[in-house]
């Protein structure tokens, strides 16, 4: 990047006292940084002035999209008349209580208590902590092995980091702990590829969760306390199960006393075209956990709702919960998470991403790369949609050194204004909820261009 001075003396600050996440900040610091500067709507400035359509909302959380004036608004007078307090100690604070009654009014039938943390991860940590809680309570201690599935993404501490079906996030840490295990994922795309043959979607769903029921039964369901997963996978390449799965998977956690815990840290808050995924799919979880949009990313805040079974024994237990962070429940973050649900209510951001806005990029995304040649698959639900890129799209086989080609693509994508996200390679997207069509079809016209290009790179134009 030829950067102005005041780029450049970022750039140099950045790399001489700034460690980035999930990066390797030697290589990034040859480059140098791209500096973002400010945000209005679907898109970001860096310090260049470059214009940037960010088709990935950040990380998958600015639903309301950026330079909503309404949320700084919120989080200025909450800022002026509380800018902290906790609590601990027998007190809570007007926001925390709004926030926590609003989302009883949204979340899945039962889940009518709230607890708050700062990042789905410490959600996802904060839930498995209650989870181990809840079968002591029950009498039943040996029950403490937490299953989850390959692809899996739920965060960076230990625990959620032990859930992970990334592998790569493991080796540096010396995770899983001991009491995770693993079950596969309901990737029908991959399945042909992972020696399933040719199986119908349907047939495969319900295949995989065989598979939980199988590893149940070997583990003993007597030692399994828990099973988590998101309704979509999303960092794991954007995995939407086939219909059969969900039931199936339901009957297997009820039918061995396994507690449900749903991750909706990307799918919650209109994502998929329902307030959550677990409505979109009809789930109904014993516990969930829920990040990102809960305050469109404008605030650090997490949440991590009870069902009535766990809400009862947890709450009935008549001792101290002894849990809980300096900052849970912030009163600027619930401020802004508030005044984030009114905002995606009163401009219906939910059934517009349901009915018109989703729907619509739907379209356009299949019209355009359904038939192309190194396109495999277009597959998606409300605002999250995924482009997978392939070697043979009649074989459904993959590239070998998944990643390379889609990072490649990506590259194309960056250096045309256009953020979208490369899971090994599987092209990513999810806007934000306010994205217009004329702005849709600004993403398909980049994209195209990217994946062309891709095209003409490998020789298959
Ligand atoms: N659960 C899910 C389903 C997630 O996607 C987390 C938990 C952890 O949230 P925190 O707030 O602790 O980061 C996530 C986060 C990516 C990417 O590149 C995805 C996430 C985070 C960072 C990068 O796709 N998801």
Redesign the pocket.
Same mark, same amino acid.
């Given at each position: 990047m030829h950067g102005s001075n005041q780029t450049k003396h970022w750039q140099a600050l950045d790399a001489a006292h700034h460690v980035h996440p999930?990066s390797d900040t030697a290589a990034l610091n040859k480059e140098g940084v791209r500096v973002i500067t400010h945000g209005d709507g679907v898109y970001l400035w860096d310090s260049e002035g470059e214009k940037i359509l960010d088709a990935m909302s950040g990380?998958?959380c600015v639903q309301v999209g950026y330079g909503n004036g309404a949320l700084a608004e919120a989080g200025y007078e909450a800022l002026k008349r509380l800018p902290y307090y906790n609590h601990f100690f027998k007190t809570s604070n007007p926001w925390t209580i709004e926030l926590a009654a609003k989302l009883a009014t949204l979340l899945p039938e039962g889940h009518d208590h709230v607890l708050f943390a700062n990042?789905?991860? %410490?959600a996802?940590d904060s839930a498995l902590k209650l989870i181990r809680y809840y079968w002591n309570l029950k009498g039943r201690p040996e029950k403490k092995i937490h299953l989850s599935r390959d692809y899996a993404?739920?965060? !960076?501490t230990m625990a959620?980091a032990s859930l992970s079906g990334l592998t790569p996030m493991h080796p540096q840490w010396d995770l899983p702990l001991p009491g995770f295990d693993k079950v596969p994922a309901p990737y029908w795309y991959g399945a042909k590829e992972a020696g399933y043959g040719d199986i119908a979607p349907e047939e495969f769903g319900l295949l995989i969760a065989k598979k939980l029921e199988e590893k149940i039964l070997e583990l003993g369901p007597d030692r399994v306390a828990s099973f988590s997963a %998101?309704p979509i996978q999303?960092?794991g390449g954007l995995i939407f199960p086939p219909d059969s799965y969900w039931p199936e998977v339901q009957r297997i956690c009820a039918r061995h006393d396994v507690l449900l815990h749903i991750?909706e !840290? *990307?799918t919650g808050f209109g994502r998929t075209g329902e307030w959550f995924g677990s409505q979109t799919y009809g789930i109904a979880p014993d516990i969930m956990t829920m990040?990102?949009g809960l305050s469109s990313g404008y605030q650090p805040i997490?949440a991590i709702s009870l069902g009535a079974r766990m809400s009862q024994t947890i709450l009935n237990a008549n001792e101290e919960l002894v849990h809980g962070y300096t900052y849970s429940g912030h009163p600027v973050a619930c401020a802004v998470a508030l005044r984030n649900l009114e905002v995606i209510e009163r401009q219906n951001l939910v059934s517009r991403t349901r009915d018109i806005i989703g729907p619509y990029l739907q379209r356009r995304l299949k019209e355009t790369f359904a038939g192309h040649p190194l396109v495999g698959e277009v597959r998606g639900k409300g605002l999250l949609a995924a482009i997978e890129l392939v070697r043979d799209k009649t074989e459904r086989k993959f590239f070998p050194d998944p990643g390379t080609i889609g990072t490649h693509c990506r590259n194309y994508c960056f250096n045309s204004g256009l953020v979208s996200?490369a *899971?090994r390679d599987t092209m990513v997207l999810a806007p934000p909820l306010i994205v217009s069509e004329t702005e849709v079809e600004e993403i398909v016209a980049k994209l195209k261009n990217a994946i062309d290009r891709t095209a003409k790179d490998l020789g298959k134009l």
């Open positions: 999930f990380l998958w990042s789905g991860s %410490e996802n993404y739920h965060g !960076v959620a %998101e999303g960092a991750d !840290v *990307i990040a990102k997490s996200r *899971i």
